[in-house]
């Protein structure tokens, strides 16, 4: 099974933006432009999340998302402000694959994972988990990296996992944007505790980063922002450096 | 026959947004199938999923869609969900027949890898295939969490972990692929071509 490498772009309607910790945002271009661009170097996936849908509690823009995804032909997932099964439907049937979900799960109605589940498969169900690390443990956030929730990751991705998602994204409040590489202790905790796909996000800055944290915690997939963004790789010459280094990837 | 194809539209469960455009890409003309008399307008259909065993039959079935789709004249190609559902039975939150076009039982995938099995793998195509040609050395996209247990109607395996799965059935003009053609790069476009040049067995 090759590892999934993930396009992912953090969209502030109407462009894709590259925040440092979550905030202090940079316009990076159109995200149908984006995506095209990634989808074409070979990424495996385009992971597409609207990261003030939740802060400014408003819906998910939808006709924004169906332009995203019109000319790519790999998955695409996305998130952002989803809170009912409608939202889901509709993202569904505007060219979503996965349906992302942190803040209205994570501090509402944690329900949401089963019904979805239950109503769309576990496949098509993913909870982005937004951690932060304290002395001895890794809290959950929402809200892109602003509002506290009290759980603890471990045992939020275990109750996940037991309410039916099929995968989730692990991305780091404190590694977001700094391109210093992952939280790769906390990564292997994560995919060694649940049987579900895990995909992190969050830090890579260089090709060694990613293939550290494939060797290290073997994670299903990976997601790649700065590292895309700002040319300092591109998917095809990451793909072909992994693979010489071992890693399986889809070519 | 022409480029038409029809893409059966059921419910809440339905990738039809990226099938369509995949098809079209592919040089399809995409109706939509809303109601029980389009399957006549069309000579052959695509029947989308995403969802479980259960609800896409209980939808197909408030449409009205299942004595339609069992008696279409013409072929037919299930992807994920949509091959699945045409076996006997699923086994997806409980018991529930399916349009019965295989047999074969719809079982939840167990291996000692991670499930649901997601990603691009690889496919071993085991017989001569209209549908699979030019494409047997290609990877597709999987996002599943259930198999076809099927000895009878197998067109390709994949593996998972060690577990070998059926990941195409065919059965004179209906076809079934656990992968996600409309997810799969350019071999999944050519795969709808070589969907639309299927003539009726």
């Known amino acids: ?251 | 026959m022409s480029n038409l194809v029809g893409v059966v539209n059921y419910g809440t469960a339905g990738n039809i947004h990226s099938v369509r455009k995949a098809l079209q890409k592919a040089g399809a003309d995409v109706l939509l199938i809303n109601q029980a008399e389009d399957f006549k307008k069309v000579p052959r259909i695509v029947l989308p999923g995403v969802g479980s065993f259960k609800e896409g039959m209980m939808e197909l079935e408030s449409d009205g869609f299942i004595e339609p789709i069992q008696m279409f004249d013409g072929p037919i190609l299930g992807i994920c969900l949509g091959m699945q559902i045409l076996s006997s039975l699923g086994y997806e939150h409980g018991l529930t027949k399916g349009l019965g076009f295989i047999k074969a039982e719809v079982k939840l995938v167990e291996c000692l890898g991670k499930v649901p099995h997601v990603g691009f793998n690889k496919i071993d195509v085991i017989k001569d295939s209209r549908l699979l040609k030019g494409i047997e050395n290609e990877m597709f996209y999987f996002m599943h969490s259930y198999e076809v247990v099927n000895y009878t109607d197998m067109l390709a395996l994949s593996e998972c972990s060690g577990h070998k799965f059926v990941s195409a059935v065919e059965r004179r003009s209906v076809f079934g692929v656990q992968f996600h053609p409309e997810k799969s790069r350019e071999a999944g476009i050519k795969l709808f071509k070589n969907f639309l040049a299927v003539d009726k067995v």
């Open chain 1, 1 to 251: 099974m090759s590892t999934r490498i993930i396009a992912k772009l953090d969209v502030k309607p109407p462009y894709v933006v590259k925040p440092v910790h979550f905030e202090g945002l940079r316009k990076i271009g159109q995200p149908n432009e984006v995506a095209v661009k990634y989808y074409h170097q070979g990424a495996d996936e385009i992971l597409y999340i609207d990261i003030v849908a939740s802060l400014y509690q408003r819906e998910i823009l939808l006709e924004q998302v169906e332009q995203a995804c019109s000319d790519i032909f790999v998955p695409f997932a996305v998130g952002g402000g989803v809170q009912t099964l409608n939202d889901f439907s509709e993202l569904f049937h505007h060219g979503a694959d996965k349906v992302v979900i942190n803040t209205h799960a994570l501090q509402k109605n944690p329900n949401i994972i089963d019904e979805a589940a239950k109503c769309f498969g576990s496949q098509a169900v993913v909870v982005n988990i937004e951690s932060k690390r304290w002395d001895n443990w890794c809290e959950c956030y929402s809200d892109c990296g602003r509002i506290r929730s009290g759980k603890n990751v471990l045992d939020w991705v275990k109750e996940v996992e037991s309410r039916g998602a099929g995968e989730v994204l692990l991305q780091s409040v404190d590694h977001d944007g700094r391109q210093r590489g992952f939280d790769i202790e906390l990564a292997q905790k994560v995919v060694s505790l649940v049987d579900i796909p895990v995909v992190v996000a969050s830090g890579a800055g260089k090709p060694e980063d990613v293939l550290e944290l494939i060797k290290v915690a073997q994670p299903s997939g990976v997601a790649l922002a700065s590292l895309l963004h700002y040319d300092k790789s591109t998917i095809k010459e990451l793909k072909k450096y992994l693979r010489e280094n071992g890693v399986e990837v889809a070519l």
